[in-house]
């Protein structure tokens, strides 16, 4: 196992430049999720750090090694790819096997090596059969079982769930959790998906244009994020945002939305008086408000999942998201008024985005 240190990694692709002197820090056995919207440079990113695409600038080093110049084969990394790039004319067996028959392994050795992977990705029936006669989460499986085998010091995956259905994929993501726990072997997770940045990394760092908005814990991000484009990108569904005024009076601050509405500022917001602001709630963050208050919105269509109800309604021209726990039958069109938790609500500056905290 090893950490990876990205410092200042740029790229550029003649004279467009994608990635914009990148920082991240992979902790030894952590799982790294690279997460944003298509064309933002996680792929790059990943490809780059596995030697697939040459470093324009800055420093990458796996464990205390500089690896800029360093081929592929050399940097004890192995990947997993979106498409699973297995040989069709090979069985399982000799997919799993392949790079260790070209290091030169002994028979005993790789026996001993895809005997542990085949077991630990439950392959152990399957070694014998061709990719053509796997369902798509087997062959993903294989996919993974080829990487496991070399032992390596790190682990790349480029969306290797992305062509699976959706129960198939919730299940792998359980699995690939799961495997990382036993294995603890260093990992980067490239995904546009932030379901999947949430519920497997240790670390997310979002990507936007080439550029870094955040990294932390899954919950950090959720809870404290920098700026609004972070907000409305983890988050499902995505964080609500209500544009208003900051009025501060008497050391109290509250936000006025345009037709007057108030809402209590978070407590622990900056800002100045008078700011155009842009107030944050998620939906599950929105409750029913008494006779008279909240927000008046209009209700635009109702979607029951039997667990939770969700309500999409419409204040001023601004869409609106909301999470109720009980079980509601409003008419589309009719008016309800919502109440946001102050206490988890959040507030960001209009122009820049960026989060306004004390």
Do not use: W
């Not at 990635?19 to 792929?43: E, I, Y």
């Not at 290797?160 to 603890?184: C, G, I, W, Y």
């Amino acid at each position: 196992m090893a950490q990876v240190s990205i410092r200042s990694a740029k790229k550029r692709f003649g004279e467009v430049e994608v990635l914009h002197g990148v920082d991240v820090h992979v902790a030894d056995g952590s799982f790294t999720v690279l997460v944003g919207p298509s064309g933002c440079g996680k792929s790059t990113l990943l490809r780059m750090i596995a030697g697939l695409e040459h470093i324009s600038g800055g420093e990458i080093l796996i464990g205390d090694k500089l690896v800029n110049d360093v081929p592929p084969k050399e940097r004890d990394i192995a990947m997993v790819f979106q498409n699973y790039a297995l040989y069709p004319h090979m069985t399982v067996r000799e997919n799993m096997a392949f790079s260790l028959m070209l290091a030169k392994a002994g028979k005993e050795t790789i026996d001993s090596k895809v005997g542990r992977a085949a077991e630990i990705l439950g392959l152990t029936q399957l070694l014998e059969r061709y990719p053509r006669q796997l369902s798509g989460g087997q062959r993903q499986r294989v996919a993974m079982g080829r990487a496991i085998v070399r032992d390596p010091q790190v682990f790349l995956y480029d969306e290797p769930l992305s062509n699976l259905d959706a129960k198939l994929r919730v299940a792998m993501r359980t699995e690939l959790k799961e495997l990382h726990q036993r294995l603890k072997t260093t990992s980067i997770y490239v995904t546009h998906d932030q379901i999947e940045a949430m519920t497997m990394g240790d670390q997310i760092v979002v990507m936007r244009d080439g550029r870094i908005e955040q990294a932390g814990s899954p919950l950090e991000l959720y809870d404290r994020p920098a700026n609004t484009f972070v907000a409305g990108f983890i988050g499902s569904p995505a964080m609500n945002f209500l544009p208003g005024t900051l009025r501060r009076a008497g050391g109290a601050a509250h936000v006025e939305l345009a037709d007057g509405t108030r809402l209590q500022a978070p407590t622990t917001a900056a800002g100045q008086d008078g700011q155009s602001v842009v107030y944050g709630t998620r939906p599950e963050h929105l409750a029913l408000a008494g006779s008279g208050g909240g927000i008046p919105t209009e209700v635009v269509t109702i979607e029951p999942t039997g667990a939770d109800t969700f309500v999409f309604c419409r204040h001023q021209g601004t869409d609106l998201s909301v999470v109720f726990r009980e079980r509601h039958n409003f008419a589309p069109g009719s008016t309800i008024h919502l109440q946001p938790d102050r206490q988890h609500a959040h507030l960001f500056d209009a122009s820049s985005g960026q989060r306004l905290a004390a």
